[in-house]
Protein backbone atom coordinates (compact mmCIF):
# COMPACT_ATOMS: atom_id res chain seq x y z
CA UNK A 1 0.00 0.00 0.00
CA UNK A 2 1.53 3.73 -0.71
CA UNK A 3 -0.01 6.68 0.78
CA UNK A 4 0.91 9.95 -0.76
CA UNK A 5 0.42 13.26 1.03
CA UNK A 6 2.05 16.92 1.43
CA UNK A 7 -0.14 18.53 -1.58
CA UNK A 8 -1.86 21.77 -0.71
CA UNK A 9 -2.73 25.00 -2.66
CA UNK A 10 1.40 27.01 -2.75
CA UNK A 11 2.31 30.60 -4.83
CA UNK A 12 4.98 30.17 -7.35
CA UNK A 13 8.58 29.82 -6.17
CA UNK A 14 7.24 28.07 -3.19
CA UNK A 15 8.47 24.52 -2.02
CA UNK A 16 6.65 21.93 -0.61
CA UNK A 17 7.45 18.26 0.65
CA UNK A 18 5.27 15.26 -0.60
CA UNK A 19 5.75 12.31 1.66
CA UNK A 20 4.57 8.61 0.95
CA UNK A 21 3.82 6.25 2.99
CA UNK A 22 5.13 2.37 2.15
CA UNK A 23 3.20 -0.46 3.80
CA UNK A 24 2.15 -3.69 3.42
CA UNK A 25 4.88 -5.63 2.05
CA UNK A 26 8.31 -5.96 1.57
CA UNK A 27 9.83 -3.54 -0.88
CA UNK A 28 12.91 -4.49 -0.74
CA UNK A 29 12.34 -5.70 -4.51
CA UNK A 30 10.72 -2.97 -5.52
CA UNK A 31 11.45 0.48 -7.35
CA UNK A 32 9.07 3.38 -5.94
CA UNK A 33 8.64 6.22 -8.17
CA UNK A 34 7.10 9.50 -7.84
CA UNK A 35 4.76 10.67 -11.09
CA UNK A 36 2.25 13.47 -12.12
CA UNK A 37 -0.85 13.97 -14.08
CA UNK A 38 -1.65 17.37 -14.39
CA UNK A 39 -5.03 18.48 -15.59
CA UNK A 40 -6.02 17.33 -19.27
CA UNK A 41 -2.52 15.64 -19.61
CA UNK A 42 -1.16 12.58 -19.58
CA UNK A 43 0.31 11.18 -16.68
CA UNK A 44 4.36 11.97 -16.10
CA UNK A 45 7.40 10.29 -14.19
CA UNK A 46 9.17 12.47 -12.46
CA UNK A 47 12.07 10.26 -10.80
CA UNK A 48 12.23 6.92 -8.26
CA UNK A 49 14.37 5.43 -5.91
CA UNK A 50 15.38 1.64 -5.74
CA UNK A 51 14.37 1.07 -2.30
CA UNK A 52 17.08 -1.96 -1.30
CA UNK A 53 19.88 0.19 -2.21
CA UNK A 54 18.67 3.91 -2.31
CA UNK A 55 19.76 4.87 -5.63
CA UNK A 56 17.64 7.34 -7.24
CA UNK A 57 17.04 8.42 -10.96
CA UNK A 58 15.06 11.30 -12.44
CA UNK A 59 13.22 11.89 -15.92
CA UNK A 60 15.81 14.49 -17.52
CA UNK A 61 12.89 17.08 -17.83
CA UNK A 62 12.56 16.89 -13.89
CA UNK A 63 16.32 17.53 -12.90
CA UNK A 64 17.15 20.29 -10.85
CA UNK A 65 14.38 21.07 -9.08
CA UNK A 66 12.72 17.90 -7.64
CA UNK A 67 14.49 15.83 -4.97
CA UNK A 68 13.60 12.42 -3.68
CA UNK A 69 14.75 11.45 -0.77
CA UNK A 70 13.53 8.88 1.70
CA UNK A 71 13.33 7.72 5.44
CA UNK A 72 13.65 3.98 5.49
CA UNK A 73 13.19 3.48 8.94
CA UNK A 74 9.83 5.19 8.44
CA UNK A 75 9.17 3.55 5.54
CA UNK A 76 8.81 7.21 3.83
CA UNK A 77 9.37 8.29 0.46
CA UNK A 78 9.98 11.84 -0.12
CA UNK A 79 9.64 14.27 -3.13
CA UNK A 80 11.09 18.11 -2.62
CA UNK A 81 10.15 19.89 -5.24
CA UNK A 82 11.40 23.62 -4.94
CA UNK A 83 10.82 27.30 -7.04
CA UNK A 84 7.32 25.59 -7.96
CA UNK A 85 5.95 27.12 -11.55
CA UNK A 86 1.82 27.23 -12.38
CA UNK A 87 2.79 24.13 -14.82
CA UNK A 88 3.69 22.04 -11.57
CA UNK A 89 -0.22 22.06 -11.14
CA UNK A 90 -0.93 18.27 -10.86
CA UNK A 91 -1.60 15.32 -8.82
CA UNK A 92 0.88 13.60 -7.34
CA UNK A 93 1.60 10.33 -7.19
CA UNK A 94 3.87 7.64 -5.71
CA UNK A 95 3.81 3.99 -7.55
CA UNK A 96 5.57 0.76 -6.94
CA UNK A 97 6.74 -1.78 -10.03
CA UNK A 98 9.18 -4.94 -9.16
CA UNK A 99 12.53 -4.45 -10.50
CA UNK A 100 12.07 -7.01 -13.10
CA UNK A 101 9.34 -5.42 -14.91
CA UNK A 102 8.83 -2.04 -16.49
CA UNK A 103 5.10 -1.04 -15.56
CA UNK A 104 4.41 0.34 -12.48
CA UNK A 105 1.91 -2.27 -10.68
CA UNK A 106 0.79 -0.20 -7.36
CA UNK A 107 0.01 2.90 -6.92
CA UNK A 108 -1.10 5.43 -4.21
CA UNK A 109 -4.36 6.98 -4.57
CA UNK A 110 -2.29 10.98 -5.27
CA UNK A 111 -2.11 14.34 -3.62
CA UNK A 112 -3.12 17.73 -5.54
CA UNK A 113 -0.33 20.51 -5.74
CA UNK A 114 -1.83 23.54 -6.98
CA UNK A 115 0.43 26.34 -8.06
CA UNK A 116 -0.80 29.79 -8.17
CA UNK A 117 0.78 32.58 -10.41
Known amino acids: QLQACGGGLVQTGDSLRLSCVVS????????IGWHRQAPGKEREFIGS????????GYAESMKGRFTISRDRSKNTLFLQMDSLRPEDTAVYYCAARRIIVTVYEYWGQGTEVTVSS
Open 49 to 56: IRWSSGSI
Open 24 to 31: GRSFGSYI
